[in-house]
């Protein structure tokens, strides 16, 4: 089946450092990718929607320019999280989408972020 | 707007007992509906779908899920539950080209 892998699998960092998280379709060509976020105990949240070669789509109350997100090639989005505070400490789940809309999306296995 | 409620935080179940894990939804108009699992420290994995066509829906792992218009409904079932069925278990809806959303999950515990 379609993998979906994710690097790094957790990250440790200092708050006002970047880290960035990657997000690669294995074994197909990703024409869409999705940016999550999971809180402890909590269900997934829809960050931003990216396609290959244009600007992702961020959902309402996303900060753009906090979580920047490039999705440069069909195999390949990352996510860097800019000047990482405490808060922003989650579970950050990719998922890509070889089609369109009824495609299965498949999920990464998730970056731990921890900001110290 | 689409909105997904799973009622049960958690439930527990006996090995090899029958397990349903309720799933409601709420949109205006039709809907694709699909059931994922997550385990621990794991991301998630597509348990199944429903596009069209026949309501009920066979998955992996022995599951099945019926969808019922009337009751917007999306449950998942399972006769016989293992050990290693203990997992998160989330239920998301998608209306037409939209984006997923996700309900709240079920943490399903089974006990020996």
């Known amino acids: 089946g379609a993998v979906v892998s994710q690097h790094p699998s957790w990250v440790i960092c200092k708050s006002g450092t970047s880290v960035k998280i990657e997000c690669r379709s294995l074994?197909?060509?990703?024409?869409?990718m999705f940016w999550y976020r999971q809180f402890p105990k909590q269900s997934l949240m829809l960050m931003a929607t990216?396609?290959?070669?244009?600007?992702?789509?961020?959902e309402q109350g996303v900060e753009k320019d906090k979580f920047l997100i490039n999705h440069a090639s069909l195999t390949l989005s990352t996510l860097t999280v800019t000047s990482a505070h405490p808060e922003d400490s989650s579970f950050y789940i990719c998922s890509a989408r070889e089609g369109g809309a009824l495609e299965t999306q498949y999920f990464g296995p998730g970056t731990r972020l921890l900001v110290l | 707007a689409q909105s997904v409620t799973q009622l049960d935080s958690q439930v527990p179940v006996f090995e090899e007992a029958p397990v349903e894990l309720r799933c409601n939804y709420s949109s205006s108009v039709s809907v694709y509906l699909f059931w994922y699992v997550q385990y621990p420290n794991q991301g998630l994995q597509l348990l199944l779908k429903?596009?069209?066509?026949?309501?009920l829906v066979k998955g992996i792992n022995g599951f099945e899920a019926e969808f019922n218009k009337s009751q917007t409904s999306f449950h998942l079932r399972k006769p016989s539950v293992h050990i290693s069925d203990t997992a998160e278990y989330f239920c998301a809806v998608s209306e037409g080209y939209s984006t997923l959303t996700f309900g709240k999950g079920t943490m399903l515990l089974v006990s020996p």
């Open positions: 074994d197909f060509q990703a024409t869409t």
């Open positions: 429903y596009l069209s066509g026949s309501t």
């Open positions: 990216s396609n290959e070669g244009s600007k992702a789509t961020y």
